[in-house]
C-alpha cells in the first residue's frame, strides 16, 4: 500500500483592464491565474501567470503581513502617470507586499501615487 500526498494549491483569477508592471518586468492588459505553490511552506511561494501562458512571476512572501481583516481577494497596483506597478496581493488566506517600483524613481520620487485595485475571484 502507498500513499500519495499532494500539496493543494490556492488559486485565484483576474482580468486586469491595463499594461502593468512587476520587478520591472511589463505584462499586457489580459486574464490572469495567481497561484501558490505550496500551502504547507512558511514563505508560500506564488505565480502569477497570464492565462495565455506566455508569462509568469515567482513571488516569494515573507511571513509577518497580517491579512486577518482581508475578506476580499485584490490586486493592488501603484499608478504613476500612465504606468501601473503590482505592489500588494491580498486574500482571506496570505497578505504580500512588493518592492516600490523603479518606475517611481525613473518619474521622480515626487509624482503622485495613485492605487488602482483590481478583484480576484476563486478559480
Partial sequence: MSV???KA???YRA???????IDQKSYE???????VLNTDSANKPLAIRDMKGRNSHLIMTTPGEDYSRVQ??????????TEY???AIR???????LPKSKVRE????????????VALSRK
Fill in 4 to 6: 500519495v500526498s499532494a
Fill in 9 to 11: 494549491q490556492t488559486q
Fill in 15 to 21: 482580468h486586469i483592464p491595463f499594461a502593468f508592471i
Fill in 29 to 35: 492588459a489580459g486574464d490572469y491565474s495567481v497561484d
Fill in 72 to 81: 476580499v481577494a485584490v490586486l493592488v497596483f501603484d499608478r504613476y502617470e
Fill in 85 to 87: 506597478s503590482l505592489s
Fill in 91 to 97: 486574500t482571506p488566506s496570505f497578505a504580500v507586499k
Fill in 106 to 117: 525613473t518619474l521622480g520620487l515626487n509624482q503622485n501615487v495613485q492605487q488602482k485595485v
